[in-house]
Nanobody, 126 residues
Framework: QVQLAESGGGLVQAGGSLRLSCAASGRPFSNYAMAWFRQAPGKDREFVAAISWNGGSTYYADSVKGRFTISRDNARNRMVLQMNNLKPEDTAAHYC???????????????????WGQGTQVTVSS
């Protein structure tokens, strides 16, 4: 089992920044590919960004490219999502997810991931 815990959400004005963290425990962090998803009220969970087990490959939704940066620190069992130039449409609960790196998956499909955190709320005011 892998346990994931997000932190860093909050309320920010449009154009501002937030830094989300996902702390992992339970299994060797470097064995897992990681991702961020988000879900706004009344909407489906949507892909935000993903990162390979060693950080060598990153993937972003078109809606966040150029504004968000995903990274990981395997020595500290942590993944980070730096969010800049936030927009009201970024308002959502943000979740980190993990899947064993041996699996070949579609990184933007939430059902591919086996482990999820409880989420952290991001609210962007206009």
């Amino acid at each position: 089992q892998v346990q994931l815990a997000e932190s860093g959400g909050g309320l920010v004005q449009a154009g501002g920044s937030l830094r989300l963290s996902c702390a992992a425990s339970g299994r060797p962090f470097s064995n897992y590919a990681m991702a961020w998803f988000r879900q706004a009220p009344g909407k489906d969970r949507e892909f935000v960004a993903a990162i390979s087990w060693n950080g060598g490959s990153t993937y972003y939704a078109d809606s966040v490219k150029g504004r968000f940066t995903i990274s990981r620190d395997n020595a500290r069992n942590r993944m980070v999502l730096q969010m800049n130039n936030l927009k009201p449409e970024d308002t959502a609960a943000h979740y980190c997810a993990a899947v064993h790196s041996s699996r070949r998956i579609r990184v933007d499909i939430s059902s591919e991931y086996d482990y999820w955190g409880q989420g952290t709320q991001v609210t962007v005011s206009s």
